[in-house]
């Protein structure tokens, strides 16, 4: 399961949200008069509900407002932000809870995903049920195993940390299954999540295809999910517009699960090479309509068994009922080389009588994600624990 063959650590991450904290690393922008960028600061907001807040604070559509990155709602997160004429005075009075933006300038170009360098982490490991020396050490000898690199693969985040379902939607959407993807996505219910959201779910897959049971799931979602709420008020109006409803998500979004989709493939291909071949650095497809498949290659066989299996071809990237969502391959190399791993301190745990706490501080490039690096340093078999606000 793990790369790295030193023991691990143990313990839990994001005790409390302010545990785990993201700052990007920013490529510059060209100066200019066009857009306003600015440094946005928060904490448990996710990315894409920052920037619908933002811009219903200023009245405009969230469409002006361009990020390099999704950033984790559990965390302290610092990412760059552009808002296309809009001016620094307007964002300044803007006080949203738990949000800061500051740090304004002027540009000619829009922040657009993928504009970036990298991320830098700072992370507390809490529950750590070993003395400070032995952490100490094994600390020293994790990191220094992973300087020739481990699987870059995708994080739970991809496929949903509580509701691992994000690729089990974007399957159904590939195949033109709207009513399929809204079942899994509105009433696959999960035991770790919230009870409320629990009960809402098995409700609406004991009733699904009513109107009267899209009203009364309405009422029982918790207000917190509003993506879901906005669906099922769709599915209340027009209880056979399956599509309809699902168009209700914003576009990022339902770009979201077919992505969730190509990361599967990816992962799985990655794990199975690494398993069988000793790892060196190369690109890796992420596969769209247009990506190039050679037989020949042990990788991209695998891909090609892998996608058989699921019964999936490239053209069924092109979505044709989805046209919008069409998506492009790329590639991903195959090997994560985080870079400044150090320990910044290892001390009692103040919210763990009788345990200790690791800070550890390093950097990925861009689309890398801290939790494959954390289930190298931590090796337990669930690294995310629901935080103490």
């Known amino acids: 399961m793990w ?7 143990g313990g839990r991450i994001r005790q409390r949200i302010e545990d ?34 933002i811009a219903h604070a200023l009245h405009v559509s969230a469409k002006r407002l361009g990020t390099a990155g999704t950033k984790d709602r559990r965390a302290v997160t610092k990412q760059r932000v552009s808002v296309w004429k809009i001016e620094p005075e307007q ?21 657009n995903l993928g504009d970036l360098e990298g991320n830098r982490f700072v992370i507390i490991i809490r529950d750590i049920n070993l003395d400070k020396d032995d952490i100490e050490k094994l600390l020293k000898k994790i990191f220094s195993e992973m300087a020739d690199g481990i699987p870059n693969i995708f994080g739970s985040q991809r496929f949903g940390d509580v509701r691992a379902v994000t690729a089990d939607v974007g399957r159904a959407i590939m195949k033109g299954d709207f009513e399929g993807a809204l079942k899994i996505y509105l009433a696959k219910a999960f035991e770790a999540e919230p009870e409320d959201s629990k009960n809402a779910r098995n409700y609406l897959a004991e009733h699904w295809g009513s109107r009267e049971a899209y009203l009364e799931a309405l009422r029982m979602f918790p207000e917190r999910l509003h993506y879901e709420r906005t669906m099922l008020d769709a599915l209340s109006k027009t209880p056979t517009d399956f599509a309809g409803a699902f168009r209700r998500l914003p576009k990022r979004l339902r770009k979201m699960f077919i992505n969730a989709l190509q990361a599967e493939i990816f992962n799985e291909a990655v794990q199975w090479y690494i398993e069988r071949h000793k ?111």
Do not use: C
Request: no cysteine.
């Open 279 to 389: 790892p060196v650095q190369q690109d890796v497809p992420l596969v769209g309509h247009d990506t190039e498949l050679d037989d020949k290659n042990p990788i991209h066989k695998k891909i090609m068994e892998i996608m058989t299996e699921r019964v999936i071809e490239k053209e069924d990237f092109k979505l044709p009922r989805s046209p919008e969502l069409a998506t492009t391959g790329s590639k991903r190399q195959m090997l994560l080389m985080p870079k400044g791993l150090k320990i910044i301190d290892i001390s009692d745990d103040d919210f763990n009588e009788g345990k200790r706490k690791a800070t550890i501080a390093f950097e990925l490039p861009a689309g890398a994600y801290a939790t494959v690096v954390l289930a190298e340093v931590m090796k337990v078999e669930k690294q995310d624990a629901p935080p103490t606000l």
């Open 91 to 111: 964002l300044e009075r803007l006080h949203i809870r738990d949000m800061k933006l500051y740090d304004f300038s002027k540009s000619a170009e829009r922040i």
């Open 3 to 9: 790369f790295t063959k030193t023991p691990g650590i």
């Open 20 to 53: 785990f904290k993201v700052e990007e690393i920013a490529k510059p922008s060209p100066p200019g008069d066009e857009y306003t960028i600015f440094w946005l600061e928060k904490f448990n907001w996710d990315s894409h509900r920052a920037v619908g807040a």
